[in-house]
């Protein structure tokens, strides 16, 4: 009998309900849950291809020292031992974690324990430093407490649904089908998305503020200098419930709207109609995201915003509020434990005598961390001068995702320790540990995660521990247990760790916090595992039920009062002379992160299969660079080699880079490398998204595209871009010098014995060559090299992977690179559910399709998961345009 197992999609803070059905054979499917109330069933393209994620290709199955497996015994403790050495020459101080919002709230809650509560230091950071800190930092200025007042029904509800630094489309993308949905139901309904690119998101916008980089302060605050204009202040709340209006709005009346137009490159009339819709609006969300948090300004930004709403009322009431969109599975359950270097644990304060002593006597402790510890950044420039000397990373890949990233493996390089916990064992990250732990990965694992409407749902392990294994929560145990606390560390299951976290969010706690879940805090076993969604605080004796935080007023600063908070103009513009344009960072729909996981989907991979750098076509032109071209981008920390993609969606002035590629996939196209490590002052968060650079055409001697049935070498030329493809992968290359014999190169790079004789061909008018190497009807690998960038249809030249051979006229098509007659290509991969290629869709167009549900009902694209509807949307667009023209 086939088994179904509830659990949650380990990738976006959507966190949307999954069902994993286990067939007899072993065999895994998914399926959206139709009860969480994530997502009611839905899940996007990259929840909808999780089982090809879940092979062993490349996992991390044994620990390791110095490069040999080890025992379990014998690595652990060896870290124990390392870490207890440095404490005792060095004190607590020389000892860091580095961890991540993709652990799950069990792990996150020992791994801070261990810290704080028994190490005595506050060296703790995450990956969500990067993601959300200036979010917290700015809840906790405004409100007292880290706070998200909101939940996702209040997108639905409203009749205004501003998106700021959200690409939604594509980093939310349940939630914005869920609000696509709604708008098409209530055409009253506005959407206004702030960004400096037209996004996909922009296809549900009603208006489209395409936005100077960082001129998000200016923006807000000019918002709030014209509400103190106007007649729709809530008066009475902000008297009742806040202080500091006046100070915030006399700073904010002071700025001018010339200086706002200016500041934010819009127009006065896109700022009035802006103004006025938000003036007259009641029902409003705000939500933001990496457009706001990555910024040297990104506490003023979220204040700025969260200033509108206090001033006007519009919080935590259906359909008002600001809105945070947290990025990372469990970015919210970090927050609840305390994992970032200045929280403590259940929203405690680590300021706080007060707290501290509450954390202590509960954790029963001789020691606590007294001050705040070390922020990502801080933390690896410690490590770059020796004073952290053992490291433990966890869940994270900061090789790739911090910025100065090169600096970053500097550091790592020359720790004296260095301790990485990871699922896959070859991350650019993993490449620098001493010791390297093979970690239980989704589907395997078992713990609670909180998505960003504070909903806290189990994800269910359903698959074997691979290899030896094991949860982050035991591995944290157990190094807890030798370095002598077994009393705190002794643990069966992770549901003892969650009824202990639980308990101590209710610990002495009164209403005083926000954070409670003491209804948990006896949970067993069997309750554990049935464990349904519930939005948090859940006290002890309440049912669940949906909570929104301050319509009433009540805040948790000392007083109960929230905090307008003045902010002033910053100098947002990095550019100069020799770094005259603006690099801009962030996803793609398909790709997550760091890509150890998403990477391995061909699907997945086939929607963008290179590292690309988007241009607005007149930065192009002056660049002397046209679509398909390669390009150096460079800033003062280095240079990358990227593929050009020019379009008009970008802004005059900026490049969008995604921050994805590494060193796995590409030759060098790790963006984080050129990113200088500038960050928020509140919050210690990087800049990510405004970094100056340079840009120019990277002249290659010859430009080559492989596709290849089984994984290549990392292959030695400028530039390489690896992808995986269905039957084998696919691969990018340029040269700046050539191979002496083409032949040769193949069959290292390839891995092809010598007794397989290539096919060849060879163009001495164009330059170009191709070799095609069979075994038998199988093709192995085909080179296509070529003087310019290679014009040879690669899905087409994909599908010959898994295409039978055996006519010797096909062999010769595919050498030339030509789909055969009846064998059309189908174009770069748009909808990734269904295969369903661009020339597939433009031919469904031209044959009458003319709506995104006809060129479903023709094509099957966009009828699954949704991701692509937007895109599809635009490709209609296109082509009608260009028809009428
Ligand atoms: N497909 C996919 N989805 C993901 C992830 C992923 O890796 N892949 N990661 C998840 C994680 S951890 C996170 S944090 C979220 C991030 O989700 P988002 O924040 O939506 O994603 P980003 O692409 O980083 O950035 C959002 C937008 O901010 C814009 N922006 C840049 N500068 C500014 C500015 O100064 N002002 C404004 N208003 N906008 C600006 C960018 O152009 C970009 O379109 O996505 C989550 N979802
Ligand atoms: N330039 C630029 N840089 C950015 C950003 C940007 O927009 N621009 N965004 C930033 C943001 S918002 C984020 S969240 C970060 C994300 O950056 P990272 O956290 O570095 O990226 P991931 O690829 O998600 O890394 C997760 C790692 O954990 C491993 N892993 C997966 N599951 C498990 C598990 O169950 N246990 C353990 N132990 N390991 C596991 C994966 O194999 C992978 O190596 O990047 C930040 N960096
Ligand atoms: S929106 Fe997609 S990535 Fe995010 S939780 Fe849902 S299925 Fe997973
Ligand atoms: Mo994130």
Redesign the pocket.
């Given at each position: 009998m086939a088994q179904e197992v509830k659990t949650t999609?380990p990738?976006?803070g959507?966190?949307?309900g999954v069902i994993a059905k286990i067939d007899d054979d072993g065999g895994v499917s998914v399926k959206g849950d139709p009860d969480h109330p994530a997502?009611y069933g839905r899940?996007?393209s990259?929840?909808s291809a999780l089982c090809e994620t879940l092979d062993l290709d490349d996992r991390l199955l044994y620990p390791h020292v110095g490069g040999d497996r080890v025992n379990w015994d014998e690595a652990l403790d060896l870290v124990a031992s390392k870490f207890s050495e440095a404490i005792a020459t060095h004190g607590p101080d020389s000892v860091a974690f580095y961890v991540s919002g993709q652990l799950l709230t069990e792990d996150y809650y020992l791994a801070n324990k261990l810290m704080k509560g028994f190490i005595g230091s506050a060296n703790i950071d995450t990956n969500s430093r990067l993601c959300m800190s200036s979010s917290v930092a700015g809840h906790r200025r405004a409100f007292g407490s880290d706070t998200v007042p909101g939940v996702y029904e209040d997108l639905f509800l409203a009749d205004l649904v501003i998106l700021t630094g959200s690409n939604l489309a594509w980093c939310?993308?349940?939630i914005y089908q869920r609000l696509a949905a709604a708008k098409a139901e209530r055409p009253e309904m506005k959407v206004v998305v702030i960004d400096p690119r037209r996004t996909m998101t922009c296809d549900i916008a009603d208006m489209h503020l395409a936005i100077k980089p960082d001129g998000d302060v200016a923006l807000f605050t000019g918002l709030l200098a014209h509400l103190a204009k106007g007649a729709t202040l809530d008066k009475t709340y902000i008297e009742s419930h806040t202080h500091g209006f006046e100070e915030a709005v006399r700073a904010a009346s002071d700025i001018g709207l010339a200086t706002i137009v200016e500041a934010t490159g819009l127009s006065l009339a896109e700022l009035t109609r802006f103004y006025d819709l938000f003036e007259r609006t009641e029902s409003v969300v705000t939500c933001y995201s990496q457009g706001v948090n990555q910024s040297s300004t990104g506490t003023d930004k979220v204040n700025a915003i969260i200033n509108c709403h206090l001033a006007t009322g519009r919080i935590g009431k259906p359909g008002a509020g600001p809105f945070s969109l947290t990025g990372q599975?469990n970015a919210m359950g970090g927050r609840e434990v305390g994992g970032l270097a200045n929280m403590l644990a259940a929203h405690m304060a680590i300021e706080s005598a007060e707290d501290r002593d509450r954390v202590q006597r509960f954790w029963k402790t001789p020691t606590i961390a007294t001050k705040p510890g070390l922020k990502a950044v801080d933390l690896f420039q410690a490590v770059a001068d020796g004073r952290i000397k053992a490291l433990w990373i966890m869940a994270t890949n900061p090789a790739v995702s911090m910025p100065d990233a090169g600096a970053v493996e500097a550091a790592l390089k020359q720790c004296p320790f260095v301790v990485v916990s990871d699922i896959m064992g070859t991350t650019d990250t993993a490449r620098h540990a001493h010791v390297l732990l093979p970690s239980l990965g989704w589907g395997e694992k078992d713990g609670t995660v909180t998505n960003s409407e504070r909903r806290i749902s189990r994800q269910r392990g359903y698959l074997p521990a691979p290899g030896e294994a094991k949860a982050d929560w035991w591995q944290f145990a157990e190094v807890g247990k030798r370095m002598g606390y077994a009393d705190a560390f002794t643990y069966a299951n992770p549901t003892e760790i969650f009824a202990e976290h639980a308990s101590l969010s209710a610990f002495e706690n009164n209403g005083s916090r926000d954070f409670d879940i003491g209804a948990f805090a006896e949970i067993g076993q069997p309750a554990y595992d049935d464990l349904a969604p519930f939005n948090w605080p859940q006290r002890s004796g309440e049912r669940p039920h949906t909570t929104r935080f301050f319509a009433d007023g009540k805040f948790f600063h000392a007083d109960g009062k929230a905090r307008f908070v003045s902010t002033s103009l910053p100098q947002t513009s990095r550019t100069s002379a020799d770094y005259p344009l603006t690099l801009n960072t962030g996803r793609i729909r398909d790709q997550w992160h760091t890509m150890t996981r998403t990477g391995k989907s061909a699907r997945l991979s086939s929607h963008l299969a290179e590292p690309f750098v988007e241009f607005h076509p007149r930065d192009a032109m002056e660049a002397r660079v046209e679509s398909a071209d390669l390009v150096e981008v460079e800033s003062p920390l280095g240079t990358v080699i990227l593929r050009a993609l020019v379009t008009d969606r970008q802004a005059r002035g900026s490049l969008f880079v995604p921050m994805h590629w590494n060193d796995q996939f590409a030759a060098n196209a790790r963006i984080d490398r050129l990113v200088p490590p500038i960050t928020d002052h509140f919050s210690g968060q990087p800049a990510s998204k405004n970094v100056a650079v340079t840009a120019r055409r990277f002249e290659a001697k010859a430009y080559a595209f492989a596709v290849t049935a089984t994984a290549p070498q990392k292959p030695d030329c400028a530039y390489w871009a690896l992808a995986k493809a269905e039957g084998g992968y696919r691969l990018e290359l340029a040269f700046d010098t050539l191979p002496d014999d083409w032949i040769s190169w193949s069959r290292k790079i390839f891995g092809i014995d010598a007794r397989i004789e290539p096919l060849g061909y060879a163009d001495n008018r164009t330059g170009d060559i191709r070799l095609a190497f069979f075994d038998e009807d199988k093709l192995l690998a085909a080179l296509f090299i070529a003087a310019a960038p290679v014009a040879v249809a690669r899905n087409w030249a994909v599908a010959q992977l898994k295409e039978r051979h055996e006519d010797l006229r096909n062999r010769f098509a595919l050498v030339a690179g030509r789909p055969g007659a009846g064998r059309p290509d189908p174009g770069a991969t748009v909808c990734s559910c269904f295969n369903v290629g661009i020339n597939q869709i433009t031919s469904a167009i031209r044959e009458g399709c003319h709506t995104v549900e006809a060129v479903g009902a023709c094509v099957s694209a966009g009828t699954n998961c949704g991701s692509c509807r937007a895109e599809i949307r635009t490709i209609i667009d296109g082509c009608l345009k260009t028809a009428a023209e």
């Open positions: 999609c990738y976006c959507v966190g949307c997502n899940l996007c990259k929840g939310h993308p349940v599975p």
